[in-house]
């Protein structure tokens, strides 16, 4: 049996407790099973952000730090650098999560009034395809962490390896996010689905009544596709819709992927440059 995360082990669960189908002690090694790939999960996005933060932090940067749980084990190297080399290193977030595990490791935070430019910025990513095309916010941040890789000379992507697919949508299956404007959400799903099809919902919260809220007070969209897509297009075209903050398509701006895999080894992309050769960033010099 292939187990996939808690979803089949729910369904075991819900299975053992009303159907008896299960003896206790299987269900028990099937418990343990899940918890082993989890533990693989989790190795692999240790690796992929220990590798990013020693390859491209140096002393006297300028860092954008994302959000999501990758981005925790990025957080943790860094200040263990900062610490051991007595780096000075000034760190702009990308929401009230990322500052608020900055702040906890007593790291230096800034923002973008201060700290305008930033030599490289690093965040996670909910898909990354074979041109490092992005699909981003599924935490709900997506317009910061926009922002704050747009002010880099040199975006790095970190995730596990179930983020690296050919296509976007191939692996993440719930959509791009889009964050607007709350008054007018309902515009945007009919103007969504009546230019591009698929279909449109508006986040709900998971532990709260109502929807997610974003750090900017909007709304966010998950519009879920059918077919692949001229995503460049498609993104200027969502931009323009009234009522749309941003988009969660991430395109044409990252340069290097890192993923980490589940014997915690970890491999790389990168963006080519138009002579072929990759895009250079200055802090690996």
Partial sequence: MKLRGFTTLARISSCVLKKNCLKPSLFCVLRRCCSSEMDLITQAKQSAAYQAIDNHVKNGQALGIGSGSTIVFAINRLAERVQEENLNVVCVPTSFQSKQLLTEKGLTVSDLERTPSLDVA?????????????????????????????????????????????????????????????????????????????????????????????????????????????????????????????????????????????????????????????ECDESEK
């Fill in 122 to 278: 690093i965040d996670g990513a909910d898909e990354v395809d074979k041109d490092l095309n992005l699909i981003k916010g599924g935490g709900a941040a997506c317009t910061q962490e926009k922002i704050v890789a747009s002010c880099a000379k040199y975006f790095v992507v970190i995730a596990d390896h179930r983020k690296d697919s050919k296509l976007l949508g191939e692996q993440w299956k719930k959509g791009v996010p889009i964050e607007v404007i709350p008054m007018g959400y309902v515009p945007v799903i009919r103007a969504i689905e009546k230019n591009l099809g698929g279909k449109a919902e508006l986040r709900m919260g998971a532990n709260k009544a109502g929807p997610v809220v974003t750090d900017n007070g909007n709304f966010i969209l998950d519009w879920k596709f059918d077919e692949k897509k001229d995503w460049k297009k498609v993104n200027m075209e969502i931009s323009m819709i009234p009522g749309v903050v941003e988009t969660g398509l991430f395109i044409n701006m990252a340069q290097r992927a890192y993923f980490g895999m589940p014997d915690g080894s970890v491999t790389f992309r990168e963006k080519l440059s138009r002579n072929g050769t990759p």
